[in-house]
């Protein structure tokens, strides 16, 4: 069995910069935000995630996207690639291509309209598994899927030899130490919901959108928790992220975390559609909660 690298801490699940008209990949901007979020201590990076609108960009542009990440990254973080798709053959070959542009690893959410059966969903990622030599983290979000990787069919997964990481989102934490109970030591969990409480359980990190806006309260979460092991104080940075998480889950999470990002002075252009602009109530609300986390984080350094 081949040894996978450690994917630890807080990676972000990436917005897609587009130009103010949308038409294209903003690479300058994306440059500009690898280089923030590295600067900001962010120990990993997840581009064409769901975030990062991996159904609304050309072949062309993941291939661009894909391109300027990695170079800009140039080995300072680890960029493990989204590389899902509905048809096996496409996500077969997305996986190769991220390989040889220099991903540290590939991530893949199960094909989400044909809702197949576990024999499919493991022929599935046995075929992109096999197809390369990065680690593969499968992505469960049955929220968005409409299919849900339970902890005995992860485990089956885990007997394929690169398939070594688990983006959990199905927002049951209990599944973290299922997961690990059958398939030890095969299977590093990600949260992707609860990060806090999955942590203490034993995840390694979590998949994290609000990390687009606050990359370090985003890594502070695990740091603190797993690594310095002063639960109280990630326990405390978790609760002041709430609200925020609250605010860009739901629906409108790409253009609330685009809107967010507006705010926070890093701007990376609208959402593609059928996707708009993140209505003003909402923009306003937002406003108001990204002006209390950063009183709450400027009095705790005081």
């Known amino acids: 069995m081949s040894t996978a690298p450690a994917f630890e801490g807080s990676y972000t699940v990436m917005v897609t910069p587009f130009t103010e008209d949308g038409a294209a990949v903003d690479v300058a901007a994306l440059e500009r935000f690898v280089d923030w979020q590295i600067g900001e201590g962010v120990p990993g990076l997840i581009p064409l995630g769901s975030t990062g609108e991996f159904l609304s960009v050309s072949e062309d542009e993941r291939r661009q996207v894909v391109e300027a990440v990695v170079a800009r990254a140039n080995g300072r973080a680890p960029v493990v690639v989204g590389a899902a798709d509905e048809w096996t053959p496409r996500a077969v070959a997305f996986s190769r291509e991220a390989e040889r542009m220099g991903a540290s690893g590939v991530m893949v959410v199960p094909p989400y309209y044909a809702s ?94 609000c990390g687009n806006i606050v990359p370090r309260l985003s890594a502070d979460v695990y ?80």
Do not use: C
């Open 116 to 209: 197949p059966t576990e024999d499919e969903l493991f022929e599935h990622y046995r075929r992109i598994a096999e197809s390369i030599s990065l680690p593969v983290m499968v992505y469960n979000n049955p929220n968005t899927s409409n299919v849900d990787l339970r902890p005995p069919f992860v485990a089956r997964l885990a007997e394929i030899d690169n398939i070594s990481f688990i983006k959990e989102s199905s927002g049951d934490i209990s599944r973290v130490e299922e997961i690990h109970r059958l398939a030890p030591g095969r299977m590093t969990v990600i949260a992707g919901y609860h990060a806090y409480d999955s942590i203490r359980l034993g995840a390694k990190g979590w998949v994290s959108v």
């Open 223 to 302: 740091d603190l928790t797993a690594k310095r092991g002063d639960h109280a104080a990630g326990r405390a940075a978790y609760h002041r992220l709430l609200p925020l998480l609250d605010a860009i889950s739901g629906d409108l999470y790409v253009s609330a975390t685009k809107a967010a990002m507006e705010i926070v002075g890093m701007p990376v252009g609208p959402p593609r559609p059928p996707r708009l602009p993140l209505p003003a109530p909402q923009t306003a609300a937002l406003r108001r909660i990204l002006a209390g986390l950063e009183a709450a984080v400027r009095d705790l350094a005081a």
